[in-house]
């Protein structure tokens, strides 16, 4: 069997959390004695420890796997907590009495493996998301969406407004919690039937090649839409 090998183009994409989610990371932290860290040295070395309780923001480490030559300073702490993967800006603190601490007090990021992830958005949660045809600008047809990425989304119409045909060009404006996201060109990759109910239609939706500053508020929503789906409780979908 070949052995799988990782892809150098593959990059982590970085989310910082909001001062509350930190504050609620960090009592699961605290509930977990024992959670286990990678350490990432400014020489580029990492090692594995085992966090003794927290206090305050502080952890004491064993000083067995700290390796030798270490000298305290700033470094990256990561975990995995309930499917999600975390980084933190920490520094690595030393005593007299020969004694290693991480002080977790810096700030903590959301990471992701891949930049195109998607987030399934439940029925209590409700973006607004209009669609609007190229060639017919003034008809406006209204979605539920069901997830999405920095890709597209995956969106469902109505039955009654199933005009919409497979690579059909579109612009889609999307609201969430009263943030509205600038029209984004895009294309109607497939076109389905509800499984659940046959007179609604479900949209793949791709996104057209969106230039930064749509790249960032397609980003806000993907994570607002992460924030209040998950409370660090879900797996991301890899896209």
């Given amino acids: 069997?070949?052995?799988?090998?990782?892809?150098?183009?593959?990059?982590d994409y970085l989310n910082k959390i909001t001062a509350a989610e930190r504050a609620e990371l960090l009592g699961s932290v605290a509930a977990m004695p024992g959670l286990e860290v990678d350490v990432a040295l400014t020489n580029g070395d990492h090692f594995k420890a085992k966090c003794g309780p927290l206090k305050g923001s502080i952890v004491?480490?064993?000083?067995?796997?700290?390796?030798?030559?270490?000298?305290?300073?700033?470094?990256?702490?990561?975990?995995?907590?309930?499917?999600?993967k975390y980084l933190v800006k920490s520094s690595l603190q030393w005593t007299e009495q020969g004694r290693w601490f991480l002080d977790l007090r810096g700030d903590f990021?959301?990471?992701?493996?891949?930049?195109?992830?998607?987030?399934?958005?439940?029925?209590?949660?409700v973006p607004k998301v209009a669609l609007r045809q190229i060639n017919r600008p003034e008809k406006e047809i209204l979605a539920r969406m069901l997830n999405i990425s920095l890709g597209g989304c995956f969106l469902e119409i109505e039955g009654s407004s199933q005009a919409?045909?497979?690579?059909a060009q579109i612009q889609v404006t999307m609201t969430v919690e009263g943030g509205k996201v600038v029209p984004l060109n895009?294309?109607?990759?497939?076109?389905?039937?509800?499984?659940?109910?046959?007179k609604k239609y479900r949209l793949g939706v791709e996104f057209g090649k969106l230039n930064s500053f749509e790249e960032s508020r397609v980003n806000e929503v993907v994570m607002k839409c992460y924030r209040l789906t998950n409370r660090f409780g879900a797996r991301l979908k890899n896209s």
């Fill in 109 to 125: 990021y959301l990471v992701q493996r891949r930049k195109n992830f998607r987030v399934d958005v439940p029925i209590h949660i």
């Fill in 60 to 84: 004491e480490i064993s000083a067995s796997v700290v390796p030798e030559g270490t000298v305290p300073g700033s470094v990256g702490v990561s975990f995995v907590l309930n499917l999600s």
């Fill in 164 to 167: 919409l045909q497979q690579e």
């Fill in 186 to 198: 895009a294309v109607v990759r497939r076109v389905t039937r509800a499984p659940e109910d046959p």
């Fill in 1 to 11: 069997m070949a052995k799988d090998t990782e892809d150098p183009n593959k990059k």
